[in-house]
């Protein structure tokens, strides 16, 4: 039996607002542009970069989770399959365009709006994994580290505080 692998992974930046829809039949579909950047030196010493834009696709809850997370500029982890779908233009004309089916997500940029700074996002056929940090609570989150001096208390081992409160 031959195997095949049909497979893409980019890091980019969001070029537009992730676009939700739905199916007549009621399934979830997201889709957003993502920009890839290449750079490099000519031989001459010139720096170049080049910018590749790619058409991605989610569906059901991973596009649920798409539409609401991400918006446009932020710097996020997409891998899936690639996909080529064909068509006939409103002139008459064969259209065709290629894109990327994603099957997992991570943000990768930095905590916005309560948002923990990476978040993966797996959608397998059997249902929805999501390991990672999830954006938390408002009751939930941390109180800032307190600055200032810390006493010569703050600094002693909880046992050395005890010991003092013995009167022997």
């Known amino acids: 039996m031959a195997r095949s692998l049909n497979k893409a992974i980019l890091i980019g930046n969001l070029t537009r607002d992730p676009e ?3 199916t007549p039949q009621g399934t979830a579909v997201c889709t957003f542009g993502l920009a890839t950047n290449r750079q490099w030196v000519t031989e001459s010493g010139e720096k170049k970069e ?3 834009f790619h058409r991605i696709v989610a569906w059901n809850k991973l596009a649920e989770i798409c ?3 991400l ?3 932020r710097k996020v982890y997409v ?4 996909q080529t779908r064909a068509w006939t233009g409103q002139d008459g004309g064969q259209r ?19 948002v923990a700074p990476v978040e993966e996002f797996n ?35 909880a046992k050395e505080k005890e010991d003092e409160e013995i009167p022997f």
């Not at 999501?130 to 208390?153: F, I, R, S, Y």
Request: proline content about 9%.
């Open 67 to 69: 539409s609401q997370l």
């Open 96 to 114: 065709s365009s290629t894109e990327i089916v994603v099957s997992d997500m991570i943000i990768l940029d930095p905590k916005r709006d309560g």
């Open 123 to 157: 959608v397998p056929d059997s249902g929805i994994e999501v390991p990672g940090d999830m954006p938390l609570a408002e009751d939930e989150k941390k109180e800032p580290a307190k600055k200032g001096k810390a006493t010569k208390a703050d600094e002693k081992p």
């Open 20 to 22: 939700m829809r739905f």
């Open 71 to 73: 918006t446009k500029g």
């Open 50 to 52: 080049d910018v590749e």
């Open 79 to 82: 891998e899936g399959r690639l």
